[in-house]
T-cell receptor, first 115, second 115 residues
Framework: AQSVTQPDIHITVSEGASLELRCNYS??????LFWYVQSPGQGLQLLLKYFSGDTLVQGIKGFEAEFKRSQSSFNLRKPSVHWSDAAEYFC?????????????FGKGTKLSVKP | GAVVSQHPSRVICKSGTSVKIECRSL??????MFWYRQFPKQSLMLMAT?????????EQGVEKDKFLINHASLTLSTLTVTSAHPEDSSFYICSAWRGATGELFFGEGSRLTVL
């Protein structure tokens, strides 16, 4: 069965420090992979996505993620965190070839940023 | 600007009444929209897949007679919570799939409080 695991429930980093949020997925075929960010009381905003090609993908707000098939991972990174990055981050996996958007979401990682 | 608009953002109602939440895709036609429920500090739980011109597909455990979904046009899906009870209080989020770019856009969410 398809699943997404985000091992870290809550991470705190200092402003300016680097960030890595972990995501592991279980999917039999080639997955579509996504990272979304959710601010309190808001919907989800797409940060980046991977469908195929270059395994290092760039997203908005300075985020990037690397798809590693051998590790079934799609970790999100940012070299220097800003206080405005504090939010909930969700990793998601979808079927390739036109799943029509039926994504499986991880449970999320809450990011806190210390001044 | 928002690609998917959800309305209302907050609604308070009395127990036993019905509440309708609208989800509109503003920039594209969406044959498929999704409705989720999110409990505090938890991930999104897919409730149903809304297909334009046909019946919605509900996830296991979701009462289709309680959560009525209508997708009458390519830009509008509605979720009606019928005979609402306090346990229906939650954050409801919709999303719309833009197949041309393989992206899932989310509404801003609707906070329902049933007194």
């Amino acid at each position: 069965a398809q699943s997404v695991t985000q091992p870290d429930i809550h991470i705190t980093v200092s402003e300016g420090a680097s960030l890595e949020l972990r995501c592991n997925y279980s999917y039999g075929a080639t997955p579509y992979l996504f990272w979304y960010v959710q601010s309190p009381g808001q919907g989800l905003q797409l940060l980046l996505k991977y469908f195929s090609g270059d395994t290092l993908v760039q997203g908005i707000k300075g985020f990037e993620a690397e798809f590693k098939r051998s590790q079934s991972s799609f970790n999100l990174r940012k070299p220097s965190v800003h206080w405005s990055d504090a939010a909930e981050y969700f990793c998601a996996v979808g079927a390739s070839g036109g799943s029509q958007g039926n994504l499986i979401f991880g449970k999320g990682t809450k990011l806190s940023v210390k001044p | 600007g928002a690609v998917v608009s959800q309305h209302p953002s907050r609604v308070i109602c009395k127990s036993g009444t019905s509440v309708k939440i609208e989800c509109r895709s503003l920039d594209f036609q969406a044959t498929t929209m999704f409705w989720y429920r999110q409990f505090p500090k938890q991930s999104l739980m897919l409730m149903a897949t809304s297909n334009e011109g046909s019946k919605a597909t509900y996830e296991q455990g979701v009462e289709k007679d309680k959560f009525l979904i209508n997708h009458a046009s390519l830009t509008l899906s509605t979720l009606t919570v019928t005979s609402a009870h306090p346990e229906d209080s939650s954050f409801y989020i919709c999303s719309a799939w833009r197949g041309a770019t393989g992206e899932l856009f989310f509404g801003e969410g609707s906070r329902l409080t049933v007194l």
